[in-house]
């Protein structure tokens, strides 16, 4: 049972335009939400995170939102570069994580020139 | 500072092997992990520690080991190694004490095994 789904295996924008990458979770325990980013051949690495006390928050061209009645997140990135190109993997955890993520499937996302 | 380091970073095993992925990290920190990557799948946690001597399982523990005897060092290993093992394998640590962030845990460059 994937309790972090990423519905979009790929997602294509122009350079300069919005990108915005969906997350659904089903475990209501789940507290803390964090997008990484991850580059072939590479760790991921973190990007941003939101507790759910919160329903925004935002760090440079990076945003996430929560909507926790729906158990939806989203990560927009305004403007998109093509540096952006990369998989991106949302995470859930719950309370302590112990350094425990439960992570979606990843979307790819191609930002063309 | 070289955060978290994994080896091999590749490796081709034959069915029934064993071997061990090493990882180690610098930065003192208590928890670490192991992580599989496969296609579709996202990253799913195999076994995890908060500390020397202590460990736990993840989500997919099964054909794996592992043991902590230093706070630097955490590696896994495959008993009899299977096909369904080929994956990339990552490890990550993080701190404990400033509560969960996710900007704390660090995750190696991963490795990539192939079994056949």
């Known amino acids: 049972d994937q309790q972090v789904k ?7 924008v122009q350079e300069g335009r919005i990108s915005i990458l969906n997350c659904d979770y089903t475990n209501s325990m789940f507290d803390y939400f964090l997008w990484y980013k991850k580059y072939p051949a590479e760790g991921p690495t973190f990007l941003i995170s939101i507790s759910s006390i919160k329903d925004k928050n935002e760090d440079g061209r990076f945003t996430v939102f929560l909507n926790k009645s729906a158990k939806h997140l989203s990560l927009h990135i305004v403007p998109s570069q093509p ?3 990369a998989v991106y993997f949302c995470a859930a955890s719950e309370g302590t994580s112990y350094g425990k993520l439960t992570f979606g499937q990843g979307t790819i996302l191609t930002v063309h020139p | 500072n070289a955060g978290v380091t994994q080896t091999p970073k590749f490796q081709v095993l034959k069915t029934g092997q064993s071997m061990t992925l090493q ?3 610098d930065m003192n920190h208590e928890y670490m992990s192991w992580y599989r990557q496969d296609p579709g799948m996202g990253l799913r946690l195999i076994h995890y520690s908060v500390g020397a001597g202590i460990t736990d399982q993840g989500e997919v523990p099964n054909g794996y080991n592992v043991s902590r005897s230093t706070t630097e060092d955490f590696p896994l290993r495959l008993l009899s190694a299977a096909p369904s093992q080929t994956s990339v394998y990552f490890c990550a640590s993080s701190y404990s004490g400033q509560g969960f962030g996710g900007n704390t845990i660090y995750f190696g460059e991963g490795s990539w095994l192939t079994v056949v």
Do not use: K, Y
Not at chain 1, 6 to 12: E, K, R
């Open chain 1, 6 to 12: 990423q519905n979009s295996p790929s997602l294509s």
């Open chain 1, 83 to 85: 540096g952006d190109s």
């Open chain 2, 23 to 25: 990882c180690a990290q």
